[in-house]
C-alpha cells in the first residue's frame, strides 16, 4: 500500500530516481531546504511499502489579498508508478491544504510542450490562465502555461479568468 507521508531531510537522498525525468525540474539542497523548513505542509512524498519514494510534491503559500494562493513548485512521480493515480493524489492534498489555509486558487507552471502532463491539469480542474514567454530557460528557451484552479473562497472564479495575451517572466506577480 502507498504512503502519503510528510517530506523530510532524509528523502533528500531518496528523490534522485525520481528526477531523472528530463521534465523534471531539479533544485539545489538549499532549495528542497528552505521549501522544507518554510512550508513543511505543503511538502509531501509518496513511498512504496519497501520504502521506494514513488513520487513528491513540493509546494508553497503566497499572494495577498485575491492574490493569496497555494503555489505547486514541483510535482513529479517516478516512471515506475505513472497512471496509477499518485500525482492526482498529491495534487488533491495541496488543494486542500490551501484551502485550510483560504487560498482564493492553486497555480503551476508546466511545459507547454508537455502535453501529458497539460491534459492532466485540466483532468484535475485546472485551466490556463496565461502563457509565460521563455519561462523555463535551456539550449533552447521555453514557454509555460501558467494553470490554476480556483479554490472554494473565489466564488467568482475571478482568479481563473485567462489574460488575452502573454506575459514574460520580468512580468509575473
Same mark, same amino acid.
Given at each position: 500500500?502507498?504512503?502519503?507521508?510528510?517530506?523530510?531531510?532524509?528523502?533528500?537522498?531518496?528523490?534522485?530516481?525520481?528526477?531523472?525525468?528530463?521534465?523534471?525540474?531539479?533544485?539545489?539542497?538549499?532549495?528542497?531546504?528552505?521549501?522544507?523548513?518554510?512550508?513543511?505542509?505543503?511538502?509531501?512524498?509518496?513511498?512504496?511499502?519497501?520504502?521506494?519514494?514513488?513520487?513528491?510534491?513540493?509546494?508553497?503559500?503566497?499572494?495577498?489579498?485575491?492574490?493569496?494562493?497555494?503555489?505547486?513548485?514541483?510535482? &513529479?512521480?517516478?516512471? =515506475?508508478?505513472?497512471?496509477?493515480?499518485?500525482?492526482?493524489? !498529491?495534487? #488533491?492534498?495541496? +488543494?486542500?491544504? /490551501?484551502?485550510?489555509?483560504?487560498?482564493?486558487?492553486?497555480?503551476?507552471?508546466?511545459?507547454?510542450?508537455?502535453?501529458?502532463?497539460?491534459?492532466?491539469?485540466?483532468?484535475?480542474?485546472?485551466?490556463?490562465?496565461?502563457?509565460?514567454?521563455?519561462?523555463? &530557460?535551456?539550449?533552447? =528557451?521555453?514557454?509555460?502555461?501558467?494553470?490554476?484552479?480556483? !479554490?472554494? #473562497?473565489?466564488? +467568482?472564479?475571478? /482568479?481563473?479568468?485567462?489574460?488575452?495575451?502573454?506575459?514574460?517572466?520580468?512580468?509575473?506577480?
Amino acid at each position: 500500500m502507498t504512503t502519503i507521508r510528510p517530506f523530510t531531510c532524509d528523502d533528500l537522498f531518496k528523490i534522485n530516481s525520481v528526477n531523472l525525468d528530463p521534465l523534471t525540474e531539479t533544485y539545489g539542497l538549499p532549495f528542497y531546504m528552505q521549501y522544507l523548513a518554510h512550508w513543511p505542509e505543503y511538502f509531501q512524498v509518496a513511498e512504496s511499502p519497501s520504502g521506494e519514494i514513488m513520487g513528491y510534491i513540493m509546494g508553497k503559500a503566497e499572494g495577498a489579498n485575491e492574490n493569496w494562493h497555494g503555489h505547486v513548485t514541483a510535482l &513529479s512521480v517516478a516512471n =515506475d508508478y505513472r497512471r496509477l493515480g499518485l500525482a492526482a493524489t !498529491l495534487m #488533491r492534498n495541496l +488543494e486542500e491544504i /490551501s484551502e485550510k489555509k483560504h487560498c482564493f486558487f492553486v497555480d503551476l507552471f508546466v511545459r507547454v510542450s508537455n502535453q501529458v502532463a497539460v491534459t492532466m491539469y485540466e483532468k484535475l480542474g485546472y485551466s490556463v490562465y496565461r502563457r509565460v514567454l521563455e519561462y523555463y &530557460s535551456g539550449e533552447v =528557451d521555453e514557454d509555460a502555461f501558467d494553470m490554476r484552479k480556483a !479554490l472554494s #473562497r473565489d466564488k +467568482e472564479k475571478k /482568479s481563473v479568468i485567462p489574460l488575452p495575451h502573454p506575459v514574460r517572466p520580468d512580468e509575473l506577480d
